[in-house]
């Protein structure tokens, strides 16, 4: 291809003239492999004929002066001192650096155009290809020493820690990559994703993939720069990935070496142990919790002497809360002496019943706004266009007493090394004790001696952890010290048990047949799968705590229709906020509550309804349970407060007599017995916990220990030697695999998951329960007494033979204990565990669960 000339027969042939030519025309494209410039039969133009005289004229001149056209461009750029500073020839190089033809002339040095058909000139593409390779190969490898140590490499003194190894988002060092590494970030992001998939992908978003590569090349060249790879290595390790395909991984540089990985969770571990001692130190407020865990240890060549096994043991947790004192060293004293008076001043059942008359408003006030609450989340109601949904008759009422939240009151936990002692007797617990007293650092004569005298450590657990220490409290009430006596313990039940006794207590008293009205119907028309039958593992209180607030909901949105004289709710939405919280007091008074059945059994027996009876009573005893539950999600330890004595009634009457007892233990601690900091501190801090700082982010203790027990299980499992060194570290890694699978999107199933809409099972329920007319009253509608659909009134049952249960427990708490403080002798080393049977100890015990 030729430079043209708009007219090239009026040409005078003259070099301005041919100047002005060469100015004005642009250089031709590059894309020449197919087409060449002309070819030997092609006659050249005047222009050009006139342009290569000149080139020959200037190639002559360059030779007269005894120079190579290559050593004059060499001499002009920077080839010889002399002429890099004469202003003339820096001029020139001025000109020729920043001229447009440079770009296409060095490329066409690499890719010289065919002059005629069949051949290529071989032109400078050697030389040209392996000076570009040497720029390029510099350009980038500084930019990756850039990345490597301003982006990829970890302050040595807290390379391990949580707040290092879950710092690594996306969002915010791609961005920076990009800046530092603009060239590297550039070609690989050119070489993994192709023009047309940029203009058509809308999702697919290759940046990960060029980081991940970026993260790769630089740990390669320096193994300290591995930011990436050692979050990755802990996850995939805490995943239970193998050693071999580890091995496979870190050969193709994608996490640390499997040595390292071991080292570093020893590290995390270490480092966990290292921080709670520390915090200890810090007089930061502590509680812990232990519960059992059961573990397949397996073997893949199984010998005589090495099988696989199933291992059960017990794990335990710290829970920390910063910025909080824990009760002084006088609260000790102050525990002691009230525990005695205790033993002679017992709760009576005059006080139960004016605690539960005091919370009963309370209480009615919650439960108004949870029957509210159905009505504003029905979809017909459609609460987010609702013309008064700013009033405040229509707003969540006032917790009774809640706790705290925000980023500064969040719960930090630590777990202490899991061990092999099952937890199935006394024995066990006292062994327990000891073992976590001794990962805790204070064990040893003085420690113990500080922790008799000057301590109060909360335990908490479910019903038969708590039922064990408090019988090795009583066992031990002759020894002859106050650490031995366990004078310093203070056992308190996890409120996740005792709400899966509420729920386990719901489904007994009106599980019902599939021909009458209860939960067993209910499953049927769900098709609510493994919930006719009560069972202590998997999800079932998961499920059955979905279905009681299912039919309650169904139950209160009936109530709903006939109270108001609506055919659908939505026709409530042209009413105020006040009037519809008047609607909700009036469905309580007359449909879920004690008065409403004082109501029914007050008519004469010719117009009594059963029926509606058992619907009122469902609606009295399921709302609670609505109740209590939020309640616990969103920190409200004066509504739990206030639930007690109702469950003390509710348990008595199912034959729960074990969680009752619990209730009045704690009922007795925090009335008659506990000071009143050491009250403040179990009512604040040893009910509830709440990691994430969220309003509705609280959960009880005994849930959290759950969910460090299914993170335990879902981790790799050697043996409990290392399972011991393991676990103080699952915290840290638990942390980290929840970012790690929240950076890449790829949350797991019951950490993120998408919860179906409830509103079809609820509106089949709806249309069940006002097709067979139950709400509505029909005098002498009779249930058989003696049938399995005619559910038994537990709180009325309670109430009537509670004293049965208090003076069993009046009677278990008539012992003496010693007060004297001898330091020589210790002999709680010395003496025999009381005896017991192993596992669980009555039908009504609530085991541990895994939680989905």
């Keep these: 291809m030729s430079y043209h000339l708009s007219s090239p027969t009026e040409s005078s042939g003259s070099d301005s003239e041919l100047n002005a030519a060469a100015e004005a025309a642009r250089h031709p494209s590059l894309s020449n492999k197919d087409d060449a410039w002309g070819d030997e039969d092609t006659l050249p133009s005047a222009f050009d004929a006139l342009l290569v005289g000149r080139v020959k004229r200037a190639l002559a001149a360059i030779e007269n002066e005894g120079f190579s056209l290559a050593e004059l461009v060499d001499l002009v750029t920077w080839g010889n001192r002399a002429c890099t500073s004469d202003p003339r020839v820096r001029g020139v190089r001025r000109a020729f650096m920043h001229s447009d033809l440079l770009p296409t002339m060095l490329q066409r040095w690499a890719d010289p155009p065919r002059v005629r058909k069949g051949t290529q000139p071989e032109g400078g593409a050697t030389a040209v290809k392996e000076a570009a390779f040497a720029i390029v190969l510099e350009q980038l490898t500084q930019e990756l020493a850039s990345v490597s140590s301003k982006v990829l490499r970890s302050p040595a003194n807290r390379e391990l820690s949580a707040e290092e190894l879950t710092s690594m988002r996306f969002s915010e060092l791609i961005p920076r990559v990009q800046h530092i590494a603009p060239q590297a970030w550039s070609l690989l992001r050119q070489l993994g994703y192709s023009a047309r998939q940029e203009v058509h992908n809308t999702r697919k978003n290759p940046d990960k993939v060029v980081f991940t590569v970026i993260s790769m090349l630089c740990y390669t060249r320096n193994k300290n720069c591995g930011r990436y790879q050692k979050a990755l290595s802990i996850y995939v390790k805490f995943k239970g990935l193998s050693a071999k395909a580890f091995d496979t991984l870190h050969a193709s540089g994608l996490v640390m070496s499997h040595k390292w990985t071991g080292n570093a969770v020893d590290k995390i571990s270490k480092r966990a142990m290292d921080e709670v001692a520390a915090m200890m130190e810090q007089n930061h407020a502590w509680l812990i919790s232990h519960d059992n865990i059961q573990l397949p240890f397996r073997v893949y060549s199984q010998r005589s002497d090495h099988n696989t096994t199933f291992g059960n043991g017990t794990a335990a947790t710290v829970y920390f809360k910063r910025g909080v004192v824990p009760p002084g060293p006088e609260a000790n004293a102050a525990l002691k002496s009230g525990r005695a008076k205790g033993l002679k001043d017992n709760l009576t059942a005059a006080d139960i019943g004016d605690l539960e008359n005091a919370a009963a408003p309370r209480i009615r006030t919650h439960a108004i706004w949870e029957i509210l609450r159905f009505l504003l ?44 002692i099952a937890e199935a007797s006394y024995e066990d617990n006292e062994r327990l004790i000891t073992e976590w007293l001794r990962q805790l650092g204070l064990s040893g004569p003085e420690k113990e001696k500080e922790i008799g005298l000057k301590q109060v450590i909360f335990w908490v657990g479910d019903q038969l952890t708590v039922d064990r220490l408090r019988g090795l409290y009583k066992f031990h009430a002759e020894e002859f010290n106050a650490f031995d006596r366990l004078d310093w313990l203070i056992p308190i039940f996890g409120w996740l048990h005792l709400m899966m006794a509420y729920a386990n207590s719901l489904h007994k008293q009106y599980l019902g047949t599939g021909r009458g009205y209860g939960l067993s119907r209910v499953f049927d028309v769900l098709a609510r799968k493994g919930l006719h039958r009560v069972q202590t593992k998997g999800i079932f209180y998961h499920d059955l705590n979905e279905a009681i607030y299912h039919v309650t909901e169904a139950h209160l949105r009936v109530d709903w229709k006939l109270v108001t004289g609506v055919d659908n709710l939505a026709e409530l939405r042209s009413l105020s906020g006040e009037e519809l919280l008047k609607h909700a007091t009036e469905i309580h008074d007359r449909c879920a509550s004690g008065a409403a059945l004082a109501d029914l059994d007050e008519l004469p027996e010719d117009e009594q309804d059963d029926q509606l009876r058992q619907v009122y009573m469902w609606n009295r005893d399921a709302l609670r349970f609505v109740v209590l539950g939020e309640a616990l999600k969103r920190g409200d330890v004066g509504t739990m407060e206030d639930m007690l004595p109702f469950l003390a009634y509710r348990f008595s009457g199912g034959n729960n007599n074990k969680y009752c007892i619990e209730i009045l233990e704690l009922l007795q601690g925090i009335h008659k017995e506990w000071p009143d900091d050491v009250v403040d501190f179990v009512r604040e801090h040893c009910w509830l916990v709440n990691f994430s700082g969220t309003p509705t982010g609280f959960c009880p203790v005994d849930q959290a220990q759950e969910h460090n027990i299914k993170d335990i299980k879902e981790g790799p499992s050697i043996d409990w030697k290392f399972l011991k060194k ?21 949350y797991t199933r019951g950490l993120k998951h998408t919860v179906p809409k409830k509103d079809q099972d609820v509106k089949k329920l709806e249309d069940t329960y006002s097709e067979a007319g139950i709400h509505k009253r029909e005098p002498g509608r009779v249930l058989n007494k003696k049938r399995p659909d005619t559910a038994e009134d537990f709180l009325a049952k309670g109430a009537e033979g509670f004293y ?34 192993s596992g669980a100890s009555g039908s009504d015990e609530v085991e541990s669960i895994h939680l989905q």
Aim: no cysteine; aromatic share 10%; net charge negative.
């Design 377 to 420: 989340e029905a979809p017909e109601f459609d609460f987010a266009t609702y013309f008064d949904k700013s009033s405040a008759a229509v707003q969540r009422p006032a917790h009774s007493q809640a706790l705290p939240h925000g980023k500064e009151h969040a719960t930090l936990q630590r777990m202490l090394g899991s061990v092999d």
């Design 726 to 746: 393991m676990h103080p570290a699952i915290p840290v890694i638990h942390e980290l695999s929840k970012h790690m699978e929240e950076e890449f999107r790829t």
């Design 804 to 837: 049965k249960v208090l003076d069993r427990w009046q009677a278990n708490r008539n012992y003496e204990r010693r007060t004297d403080e001898d330091w020589e002798f210790h002999s709680a080393n010395g003496s025999p565990a009381p005896s017991s049977e």
